[in-house]
């Protein structure tokens, strides 16, 4: 017969041999996450390049000249055009803002019903609370043309 340390023997060899069988399954499981990890890392690192190449480009000052050029109606400042604040005249609260016509449009081209201005508001003591509600109805700018 097999005595009882032989069988005591083949039990923990084999108890050995399915802990050495998990942990090298483990480690193996282990080593193709790191690689998928570090692959994903290389294919972010050089979305990350394209990104700042990409960046680099629309960024390009005279790039960005040309474009200002052909979408915007803006002019270097003028010397002329530089004011302090003690040279510009007090506003009056009674007297409402001018109208500024928006340039390369017709006077007159605007709606009639865009052109009417909101009655000026009332002084009160206490100005109220900041509200994070939408005003009911349109609102009216008329100063650009279009309506909100």
């Given at each position: 017969?097999?005595?009882?340390?032989?069988?005591?023997w083949?039990?923990?060899?084999?108890?050995?041999?399915?802990?050495?069988?998990?942990?090298?399954?483990?480690?193996?499981?282990?080593e193709?996450?790191?690689?998928?990890?570090?692959?994903?890392?290389?294919?972010?690192?050089?979305?990350?390049?394209?990104?700042?190449?990409?960046?680099?480009?629309?960024?390009?000052?005279?790039?960005?000249?040309?474009?200002?050029?052909?979408?915007?109606?803006?002019?270097?400042?003028?010397?002329?055009?530089?004011?302090?604040?003690?040279?510009?005249?007090?506003?009056?609260?009674?007297?409402?803002?001018?109208?500024?016509?928006?340039?390369?449009?017709?006077?007159?081209?605007?709606?009639?019903?865009?052109?009417?201005?909101?009655?000026?508001?009332?002084?009160?003591?206490?100005?109220?609370?900041?509200?994070?509600?939408?005003?009911?109805?349109?609102?009216?700018?008329?100063?650009?043309?279009?309506?909100?």
């Amino acid at each position: 017969m097999i005595g009882k340390s032989t069988i005591v023997w083949i039990a923990v060899s084999c108890a050995a041999s399915g802990i050495l069988y998990q942990t090298s399954y483990k480690a193996q499981e282990q080593e193709q996450q790191l690689a998928r990890l570090n692959r994903a890392i290389v294919a972010e690192q050089e979305a990350i390049q394209v990104l700042k190449a990409e960046w680099a480009y629309l960024n390009d000052p005279t790039r960005l000249e040309k474009l200002s050029a052909e979408h915007l109606l803006l002019q270097p400042t003028r010397a002329a055009q530089i004011a302090t604040l003690a040279s510009l005249p007090d506003k009056d609260p009674n007297q409402p803002a001018p109208f500024t016509p928006i340039p390369g449009r017709k006077p007159g081209s605007a709606r009639p019903d865009m052109i009417e201005r909101a009655p000026a508001p009332k002084a009160s003591p206490v100005p109220p609370a900041p509200s994070r509600r939408q005003p009911e109805g349109p609102v009216i700018l008329a100063k650009y043309g279009a309506t909100r």
